[in-house]
């Protein structure tokens, strides 16, 4: 038979098997209403080690259900080449190991502040904004993703014993597009690849986006942070019918690398809340709605929101419930402005979000609160918390062992060098994140005139004739950045390099900041997008090289790397170890005194950016990633202090903010 949505669902009462419809004004599982109380919880932000531990904490606050998007670039980094599919099965099956239900937002956008909002960029590169729409290119590439990653899904549905209850079209569309053809084909081809459970949509309680983003036929879900009533009012002036559910209640918010941030959060990996974005309606809750600074919501006036949302009989999904870590340098960026079409807001590593379960997967005052209001929804008493995981034994210092230049490093591990009448941009050189080195000469002999970059994004450390310059900022973002700090938007001097007499030879390492996941601006190019100019004369003829974040974890590929002497803080890529003693594993922060900007790996595995802007002043270091003895350590800095490159062997360079770079050091 079918649900009221169109859903296939299974009727056989197999053992294991589960019966969940949409019903008029409930969901209903196995022919009685249920309240779906879920959480989100997003496996690729979470060490699998700790899966476990997080869905257990869920459960103790209350939850029923847990929710978790599916990021289409982690999976597919090239087109083509899909990797650790299984890992979302394997998660599904925790989550069903825990007697949870589970929610699942497979995209193709997921937007998260993640990395493009999960597009790849081999897709967004070449269409642009023909992206969400019925472009057949656009909608191959969807149905190659949906083919790989659904049967890790479609296996897992409750009409199949597994836990999965819903899944859903697209995500928050109506703030975004009006492309209905789009979104009927996604519903279509969602079931042709085998989901028979409920299908839905999330948009924000606002009639443009629901018109925009509802699908007929589909349940439709709202995603809001307060005055659920309100919400709802407007969701059933377009759905009389059906269950209400806030999809996403977003109980606290993100935080931007921001250098003037005053300190203001409580993250465990020191993620000070950075303010959150102006969001326009339906997403976010923009600067001071809730009364807190940037991230940081109170626990009191959470909790009354989200006993508004029961009061409503509405089902709910916390979001976050554990925000966890953008491991690998996935954070993606916002821009500013209440169309988010203005400066660049790129996304701190933390995604703590102030959730009531913390990044080190600690239950906080939210957690208890939250606890409080959940419990009268609860068929039996809740269980009690988990037994807290294990933290690091001790300081320890990471002993650096090696260095090696940036050219050695881009040389060694990059891309081929690809000559080029214009800058190609990251996405024609195949670089979803990292860094591209440009080489381009000034001819001469002439005259000092001002040497400009247009369309940069984001960041770029430049060199004239092997001396170092200004560093730049994205045009809208800032201009030049003499202080290792994001520059004020709308500066005259944008891009300005400054007055460069022919012939000379520059270059310019321009960084991804991370691609905007919401907006207008999502999937716009990364590098050098507009030129460099001399004057008014573009500068032609250019030798870039890009260097992914991915090729420093092939271990071989490190070895062969020509390491000197260290230079500690200085750029280029750090080698080193740190020693865990016996019984002293677990859950550490990683803290990086005096250095600039750049990624780090313990064991292996990739920790994300670190920046001395802020707020974040640590990166939080999982226990899984180490083990008794030697942990390998490697630190790519990517801006160093101005001279470093000049400090002799073994010298401490000295970071933008004018302090010595200092051995990095794992701390409990």
Request: glycine letters at 16%; aromatic letters at 8%.
């Amino acid at each position: 038979m079918r649900g009221k949505d169109g859903a296939v669902v299974d009727t056989a009462g197999d053992a294991g098997r589960r019966r969940f419809v949409v019903g008029e004004r409930e969901f209903e599982l196995d022919g009685r209403p249920v309240r779906l109380l879920s959480g989100a919880l997003h496996y690729f932000r979470v060490h699998e080690g700790h899966w476990d531990h997080r869905l257990a904490m869920l459960r103790a606050m209350g939850l029923n259900c847990v929710e978790t998007y599916v990021p289409w670039n982690l999976h597919e980094p090239r087109s083509g080449e899909f990797r650790e599919l299984a890992a979302l099965g394997r998660f599904l099956d925790a989550v069903g190991r825990a007697g949870l239900l589970a929610i699942v937002r497979p995209g193709p956008y997921i937007c998260a502040e993640w990395e493009n909002g999960g597009l790849p960029h081999w897709l967004t590169g070449p269409l642009g904004r023909r992206v969400r729409t019925r472009d057949p290119r656009y909608l191959r590439a969807v149905d190659a993703w949906l083919a790989a990653v659904l049967p890790q899904v479609v296996a897992r549905q409750c009409d199949r014993g597994g836990p999965v209850v819903m899944v859903q079209a697209e995500n928050e569309y109506g703030s975004y597009g009006s492309d209905a053809v789009y979104l009927a084909w996604l519903a279509d081809r969602l079931r042709a690849w085998g989901v028979t459970v409920p299908l839905f949509t999330s948009d924000g309680p606002e009639d443009h986006m629901l018109t925009g983003g509802s699908v007929p036929g589909l349940t439709a879900t709202v995603n809001f942070g307060s005055g659920a009533r309100e919400a709802f009012a407007t969701l059933r002036r377009h759905r009389p019918d059906g269950p209400l559910m806030c999809m996403e209640f977003w109980c606290g918010w993100f935080s931007h690398w921001d250098p003037d941030a005053a300190g203001t959060g409580r993250g465990p990996a020191s993620a000070d809340a950075g303010e959150g974005p102006d969001e326009g309606p339906g997403e976010g809750p923009g600067e001071g709605q809730y009364g807190g600074e940037g991230g940081v919501r109170d626990a009191e006036d959470a909790a009354a929101a989200l006993a508004e949302i029961l009061e409503c009989g509405a089902s709910v999904n916390i979001y976050m419930a554990h925000g966890g870590t953008s491991f690998g340098g996935w954070a993606g960026a916002n821009r500013g402005g209440a169309l988010q079409d203005g400066a660049l807001l790129p996304t701190v590593t933390s995604y703590d979000y102030d959730a009531p379960v913390d990044e080190r997967g600690r239950p906080t005052a939210k957690f208890w609160r939250f606890r409080e209001v959940l419990a009268p929804y609860a068929d039996s008493p809740l269980p009690e918390p988990p037994a807290p995981l294990p933290v690091l034994g001790g300081a320890a210092e990471v002993r650096l062992t090696g260095w090696a230049s940036m050219d050695a490093v881009v040389d060694g591990l990059g891309g081929p060098e690809v000559w080029s009448g214009v800058p190609p941009t990251f996405e024609e050189l195949d670089v979803d994140r990292g860094v591209v080195r440009y080489r381009l000469s000034v001819p001469g002999p002439r005259g000092p005139y001002d040497l400009r970059v247009l369309g940069l994004r984001d960041r770029a450390v430049t060199f004239v004739d092997g001396t170092p310059g200004p560093v730049l900022c994205d045009e809208a973002y800032g201009g030049q950045d003499t202080a290792g700090a994001a520059a004020v938007s709308g500066r005259d001097d944008a891009g300005l390099i400054g007055p460069v007499a022919g012939p000379a030879e520059v270059e310019l390492w321009v960084e991804s900041l991370g691609r905007v996941n919401y907006g207008p601006r999502l999937g716009e190019p990364k590098g050098i997008t507009g030129g460099v100019l001399h004057e008014r004369q573009y500068l032609h003829g250019v030798r870039a090289r890009g260097l992914r974040l991915d090729a420093v974890e092939d271990t071989a590929a490190v070895a062969g790397l020509a390491f000197e002497a260290p230079r500690v803080g200085a750029r280029g890529l750090h080698r080193g170890s740190v020693v865990v003693p016996a019984g002293g594993v677990g859950d550490a922060l990683l803290e990086l005194p005096g250095w600039t900007r750049g990624f780090v790996w313990v064991g292996g595995f990739p920790l994300g950016r670190y920046w001395s802007a802020g707020p974040q002043r640590s990166l939080y270091v999982p226990g899984p990633c180490l083990r008794e003895g030697a942990n390998e350590v490697l630190i790519l800095e990517l801006e160093g202090a101005a001279p470093s490159g000049d400090a002799p062997d073994g010298a401490a360079a000295t970071g933008t903010g004018g302090r010595p770079a200092e051995a990095p050091r794992l701390i409990p």
